[in-house]
């Protein structure tokens, strides 16, 4: 034991000392290239003399960052993020000055442009030279989120965590944003993801199983659902409210809090992670204390409610700092790289990667993982009950590369080494975890509806509508079919291209969500009908019926209810839907339910349009500018995975059992009340609902009771039955809540409504 604990101090003196001389030589290397940058005196010195300026420089500007800057960064918690990205480069310049002021006779000095640049290399080499000397070890990395997990606990109730390994296991639930459950298999078969294929070839370990998602395929609806219990009125990533004149937009903080706001009302439960959790990564809170990288709750101030405190503790550490930022470039230039290789290549189907994007792309998938990873291996130490994690990284590369191209399965190679890490760590943790891993939708590869027909959703509602369209559009076989439907619906030419009348109404609002499109027309009060949109654009939803780019459409009827409408004059009233005929028939088993479900939200578009979908190919046309979308039916994207530790309760039989109190309910009823069945017809596990019970009841099963949420401790508000205050979108839970005994939660009534977000007006 006190072999191991020396052995320990001197490699961390050897590292301490390499470190140093690195950064000195840095120091002499830069003081000779740089004209702005000295470390003699005027009269010169010796070289002697220089290196131990250089060595002085070097430690008082390594001292500086280890005490200074985590200060500088605490104080900053004010500052926006991106703002905080360029401070760095000034801080950390501001202390390179200070250090060469504290050389003795004034031999250090620096021009303040040139101090940024010598600071950020000097904290490169110091990175990489203590990096170099720690491969593979991860004991000093978990030491130092350690000691950092201790300061968190200090102050924490004494029975949370329990005590040892010995105590009540903690759940860590880490999300692959995007990848669906055939990409997982075929990964781990293929060796890309070792760590995986150890979980499943482990005949103890863990099961796979997939699920399917509702009609909309995004996270925006999935990750709302498991992590609040609702995403009832959440048709798309994007959608238009007439009554507000809005457009919510998942991605978007205001919507997000606002669509947070809804589930909790609905379901009056604060979410997954209520009970002692922590949300790192995600669109929602889940009702948990510890947040970073939280969209929902961005926008929110005070302390513990800042997303970003994540964020900016992972970078007090100027060697975290220096290391992200380093495979922050190296995956700009990597992506460059693989952008140009594809277009010199020629390769189909492609998408514009140029300005911004692989700046995007570099945050996503090193900026955002390094962040997360850390603040759950923190969280692992401090003991937490439940952590949430969401790692995007192959959804943003999927959607511009390909969900089967080797960029992809570059990016699931990395995060398999981070749930290797994760693994790692949980098992030198205080308090035993379940590690559990699941995917919010897959990815459904496919030419752009744009790149195949040469005209995008927007422009074929245009000219189906008679409306001007922009003149490549004009000239493409879509519009000119569109506008000879419209001349033949009039019974009368088109001016221009152009129906008079029609010009004089709002333009219609079309949004895109993969390969879902939304259309709703402004100024017409409530949800268009069929009939009133013929009597508009008599030509319209024939146009979109019958394009060869189009699975579909939902449209309500003055006459015959909601109908579904497809090509060649198929039109099949919603209650008639089936998954064996007829237009939702390549769609698969369930498509007819999530279209029958969608019908009932209040925000349910005019028009509701499904891109096609080829069952042999497996591909569709995204409405945007991805190679790998989703959002819609169609294909891997609605078929992601749960792979879970097989000392949980299988998620099959938690239905099963769900359907058997459901039937029990019914029997008693008394006549007219309504009884909501948590499994859809058909069985298995269907929608992110089905998911968020399926989570919940294994909280339940391994640390105690997840009570929802009532008003009871908070300031304010009403009565013990009466929901959540709107004005709180997910607080920590109360010690009434802790003490039920475990039973599945209530599932919610999804007979009431609920939301879903981007667009452009057409």
Do not use: C
């Not at 004034?106 to 080499?125: L, Y």
């Not at 995060?415 to 559990?436: G, Q």
């Not at 076989?477 to 506008?483: D, F, K, L, N, P």
């Not at 209810?561 to 769609?587: K, M, Q, R, T, Y």
Request: hydrophobic share 40%; aromatic share 6%.
């Amino acid at each position: 034991m006190a072999d191991g604990k020396w052995r320990r101090a001197g490699a961390t003196l050897i590292r301490v000392i390499a470190v140093w001389a690195a950064s000195a030589l840095t120091l002499l290397a830069l003081a000779g290239i740089l004209p702005d940058f000295r470390l003699q005196s005027d009269d010169g010195d010796t070289i002697t003399r220089t290196a131990f300026t250089a060595a002085w420089g070097a430690g008082a500007f390594g001292l500086l960052s280890a005490l200074v800057w985590p200060v500088l960064v605490r104080a900053l918690l004010i500052v926006p993020a991106l703002v905080l990205g360029a401070l760095v480069f000034f801080l950390n310049g501001s202390l390179l000055l200070i250090a060469l002021r504290l050389i003795p006779d004034g031999r250090g000095d620096a021009a303040p442009e040139t101090a940024v640049v010598v600071a950020a290399v000097m904290s490169a080499v110091a990175s990489a030279t203590s990096t170099a000397f720690a491969v593979r070890d991860d004991d000093a990395y978990r030491r130092r989120l350690s000691r950092l997990a201790y300061r968190r606990r200090r102050g924490r109730p004494a029975d949370q965590g329990g005590p040892g390994r010995e105590g009540p296991p903690g759940t860590v639930f880490i999300q692959l944003d995007g990848v669906g459950h055939d990409a997982l298999v075929a990964a781990a078969a293929a060796g890309l993801m070792p760590t995986v294929a150890g979980w499943l070839a482990d005949s103890s370990g863990h099961r796979l199983t997939p699920w399917r998602t509702d009609w909309s395929s995004q996270t925006g609806a999935s990750q709302l659902a498991i992590l609040h219990g609702s995403n009832h009125d959440v048709p798309a990533f994007r959608w238009y409210e007439k009554e507000t004149r809005t457009v919510m937009v998942s991605s978007r903080p205001a919507s997000a809090l606002e669509m947070q706001r809804r589930a909790i009302e609905r379901t009056r439960d604060g979410g997954l992670l209520t009970i002692d959790g922590a949300s790192r990564g995600n669109l929602f809170s889940g009702g948990a204390g510890q947040l970073a990288l939280v969209l929902s709750m961005a926008a929110r101030r005070g302390k513990g409610s800042r997303s970003r405190a994540g964020y900016f503790a992972y970078f007090s550490d100027p060697a975290n700092a220096t290391r992200t930022a380093l495979s922050f470039v190296a995956e700009v230039v990597r992506e460059i790289g693989q952008s140009t290789r594809a277009r010199a290549r020629k390769v189909t189907p492609r998408v514009k990667r140029g300005g911004l994007y692989p700046f995007i792309r570099a945050f996503a998938t090193v900026v955002e993982r390094d962040v997360v990873v850390a603040a759950v291996l923190g969280d692992l130490f401090a003991g937490r009950t439940a952590v949430y994690a969401d790692l995007v990284a192959y959804d943003e590369v999927a959607h511009h590369s390909g969900p089967h191209s080797r960029d992809a399965e570059k990016v699931l190679e990395r995060l398999d080494r981070s749930l290797a890490l994760i693994a790692k760590i949980a098992d030198r943790t205080p308090r035993a975890y379940r590690i559990v891993l699941l995917s919010d939708h897959g990815q459904s590869p496919g030419e752009t509806f744009a790149g195949k027909y040469g005209l995008t959703l927007k422009d074929l509602v245009r000219a189906g509508s008679g409306l001007p369209v922009p003149r490549r559009a004009q000239r493409t076989r879509s519009a000119s079919e569109a506008r000879d439907a419209v001349r033949i619906a009039l019974h009368r030419p088109v001016e221009g291209g152009v129906d008079e009348q029609a010009a004089k109404l709002s333009d219609p609002i079309v949004l895109a969500s993969g390969n879902l499109g939304l259309i709703s027309f402004p100024d017409i009060g409530g949800r268009a009908s069929r009939e009133q949109i013929d009597r508009r654009h008599p030509a319209l939803l024939s146009t979109l019926a019958n394009h060869p780019g189009i699975g579909f459409l939902l449209v309500r009827s003055e006459e015959h209810g909601s109908v579904v409408l497809g090509p060649g004059g198929a039109e099949v009233p919603i209650a008639e839907l089936s998954d064996e005929e007829g237009p939702l028939a390549v769609f698969g088993v369930g498509a007819a339910d999530a279209v029958r479900r969608t019908d009932t939200f209040p925000h349910v578009a005019d028009i509701m349009v499904n891109s096609m979908y080829d069952p042999g190919t497996g591909t569709v046309h995204a409405f945007e500018e991805q190679i790998g979308s989703h959002g819609g039916l169609g294909g891997e994207q609605s078929r992601p995975f749960l792979l879970w530790p097989r000392g949980l309760t299988d998620p099959l039989d938690i239905m099963a059992a769900e359907s058997a109190e459901s039937a029990e309910s019914a029997e008693s009823a008394e006549p007219g009340e309504s009884v909501s069945a948590p499994v859809p017809p058909g069985g298995g596990l269907v929608g992110a609902e089905a998911v968020h019970r399926v989570l919940t009841r294994w909280l339940q099963e391994s640390s105690g009771p997840q009570v929802p949420v009532r008003a009871e401790g908070f300031a304010g508000a009403g009565p013990v039955d009466e929901p959540f205050p709107p004005g709180v979108p997910g607080a920590g839970p109360t010690a009434a809540r802790t003490a039920q005994a475990i039973q599945p939660l209530p599932p919610p009534n999804r007979q009431d409504p609920a939301p879903d977000a981007t667009g452009t007006t057409a």
